[in-house]
């Protein structure tokens, strides 16, 4: 039976359990995108990477003591990422030990030790949505949690947007006009790994990483204003997000990987494109 | 010392009656890496007008000093004054330019960009962004001759063409004292020219100039006054006093041995 697009969008649209993952991919889609273009400019995709499997660990240590829930998952998160996270800024910033190398063995192992306590729980199921998404299992205690970070998120980012933008342009010079620019790093990669925790329900903590760096990477293509890279990187992530998974669910594919695999897409087009018109032009 | 002459001082429309100059007062600055003694109990003065030449050899403590006096590091022994207040009281009048190596020129930002960061210091986080500040931003580009590259990336510009743009921010954050580290350095001799009767005009209109400069061949064209140092003061005043042959030798080591140190 041919099915056409237009007629999965209006079933997606009807259901209402769509409607949640719909609504989940704007708030999460938009906020990631803002975002990313913190990471990309800052250049920081890889140890966000390394962040996001992080959290695994961290959940699986949460529900194993404190049981599965919502709550649980959450805690463990947060508490993972900021472990991770600002562990390794702190790292960074204090000690010549080499960053790629003791984050490369210490998120692996992390992840190694979830996994293990994930298979010893008994909860592969779940196991699943962790690692690569599951929109269509939202509840609305999931869609308030979206909300409240996304919206956190967003606000931060463009409430500081001069004194990040200059951070990120030259440390020194924000020092110089009185920018703190340690704590903001520290509350900036706070929001980063709120972000991460809330986008782990829509596309997984292994796929989150996409959806974080390639809406801003996007539009670096294209923009040689980095002051437009957020909005630009919220609405590319918000529509990318929404269409990934219309897209999803038109083709059966799974939501998350939709998601990171268009935006992925629309880079690499992005990336190819504009090169060849210039080199037919000269 | 203080002189009680009128001048017109830079941002007033007259001169400033009674007061003397506006002064920056070092004394016993003192900067620490860990362990490692980068500027060891440094006192100097330099009012606003001048073009002063941080000069001595590599690691001599020159850039950290410019840290120091832009608030970016914050040293634990020594005080800085600005106008006989804290200087940490009046960041956004003081502008800080590093040198070129350590910028990533790479960053998505156009000249226009990069001079309305300037505003930034006056404006903090919040404020709008009105005529006003426009008009400073395009008066700065104007100024540093660049209106005709305002939309160009930083990354397409010339050495030159990149100091000016950052001199051209310090001018928007509307700062009363330049800090610039090596600003002469890999620029050719026509660039190195017209930046250096730029850094005169910036100077005669009132502000203080400092900036560590590594080619004691040129200083004496470029500067008005010197502060020779090899992390403690070896000598300061005017640039042909400080310039010296003892100085230097004091400074750099016998004449015979100095090629490797400069």
Redesign the interface.
Known sequence: MRYSMISALQDCLAMPISQRALLACLMIGFANGYISAFIVLRRSALRVGTISHGLLPGIALAVMLFGLSQWSVLVGAVAAGLFVGLGSLLLSQRSRVDQDTALGILYTAGFAGGLIIISRLGIRQKLDEWLFGGLMGMSDADLWIAFAISTLAVLVLTAYQRSILLMLFEPNIAASVGIPVKSLTYTLFSVVILTLVSSLQAVGCILSIGLLVAPAATIALFSKDASKLFLGGGILGAVGACSGFILSYYLDWPAGSAIVFLLGTVFLIGFIVPSNLFRSRN | MTKREDHLCWGADKPCPGFGKHRLEVSNLTITYGQTLAVDRLSFRAECGARVALLGPNGAGKSSLL?AL???LRPKVGTVLWREAPI?AA??E?????QRG???WS????VR??VE?GR??Q????RRFRKHDRDVVARAIDAMEMSNLKER?IAELSGGQQQRAFIARALA?EAHVL?LDEPFAGLDKPAQETLGALLEQLAGEGRLLIASHHDLETASGLFDEALLLNQQVIASGSINEVLSEPHLTTAYGEPSSRCATR
């Open positions: 840290k832009a608030g970016v940490r960041l956004h003081i502008a800080y330019l590093p350590e910028i990533d960053f998505p930002v156009t960009g990069l960061m930034f210091a404006l903090g986080n919040w990336p954050q800090l």
